[in-house]
């Protein structure tokens, strides 16, 4: 399920095995992933649409350093996606067609290590074993793309978005388990749909915070090369729309699925991962990062 004013959102949900495993010090990554999205669209009774499905493509760019904080271990990753999609509804009885083409909101994540993962050099990290690390994050998420208040169906939601997250990760031999418990909060949209045909005037949109936890099981065949059962799960978010609360969002949604990464050459490695929403949307994502 889509959930309109929500799309630009949707990368941030995607399933993150081993997010909270330290690099080296000064460890530089450029990350390319490419997300496929194909499922309905949710409108919550903010406009005369029936039917409406979207399929759509999210090519994302990314840039990974980690660095010394205080001596923990810590990273901070910047995210630039772009998003082309088809949608279709019923309006009034008749069927309409939508091409969309656009930046989505840019994503900023800083993570800093706690327990278990000192700052290390490459030499002192090639000796090091990991058994208990405990982190911390937040991700701001700004309205950075592509928003027209007389659409629907924007690529950004026009708001920004802050996201806390604690993180777990421990090691018994090949296995690795990951946990990640977080909260979204979300500004206000001053402009939800407005200024159109349907409403002249203009409508204010907000959502109440929304609760995420996801969970990773992975194991390690060599280095570089290992597989991931994910799932994870997320709730509330219910929106206002001019003051009113709307009755029917939905109030929750998991997805699981599994990823696969494999080493390339030394320094490269391509990883891909197939996720099943349990409620009604389906997503695939393929990455290809160092």
């Known amino acids: 399920m889509i959930a309109v004013g929500f799309l630009g959102f949707l990368h941030a949900q995607d399933l993150s095995p081993r997010a909270y495993v330290i690099t080296p010090l000064r460890w530089n990554a450029v990350v390319l992933t490419w997300s496929f999205f194909d499922g309905t669209i949710l409108f919550d009774g903010t406009a005369p649409i029936t039917g409406a ?26 995210s630039l996606p772009y998003a082309v999609g088809n949608f279709k509804g019923t309006v009034q009885g008749a069927e309409q067609h939508l091409y969309r083409s656009g930046l989505l909101d840019s994503a900023f994540r800083f993570s800093v290590n706690l327990k278990g993962g000192p700052a290390m050099p490459p030499r002192d990290f090639m000796r090091w074993q990991q ?12 309205p950075t793309g592509q928003y027209d208040p007389t659409k629907l ?5 026009n708001r920004w978005g802050f996201k806390p997250e604690f993180g777990y990760s ?3 031999g090949y296995w690795v388990l990951d946990g990640y418990t977080a909260v979204w909060l979300l500004t206000r949209n001053p402009e939800f749909f407005s200024r159109n045909a349907i409403f002249p005037g203009t ?10 936890f996801e969970g990773h099981l992975s194991y390690d065949v060599k280095p570089r090369l290992w597989f991931s059962l994910d ?9 206002t ?6 009755p029917l969002v ?3 949604n998991s997805r699981v699925g599994g990823t696969a990464s494999f080493p390339v050459t030394k320094r490269q490695s391509v990883s891909s991962a197939t996720t099943i929403a349990l409620t009604s949307d389906m997503a695939g994502t393929t990455k290809a990062s160092p």
Do not use: C, D, M
């Open 250 to 252: 939905l109030q929750g």
């Open 231 to 239: 799932g994870n799960y997320w709730f509330s978010g219910t929106t």
């Open 241 to 246: 729309l001019n003051g009113v609360e709307s």
């Open 153 to 157: 169906i924007n690529w950004e939601a």
């Open 131 to 142: 058994k208990i690390l405990l982190g911390v994050s937040l991700e701001v998420v700004a």
């Open 203 to 212: 409508r204010s949109q907000s959502q109440k915070p929304i609760g995420a």
């Open 53 to 78: 499905t979207g399929t759509y493509h999210v090519p994302i760019f990314s840039y990974y350093h980690s660095f010394n904080f205080f001596g923990r271990s810590a990273n901070i990753t910047g």
């Open 170 to 172: 421990e090691r018994w």
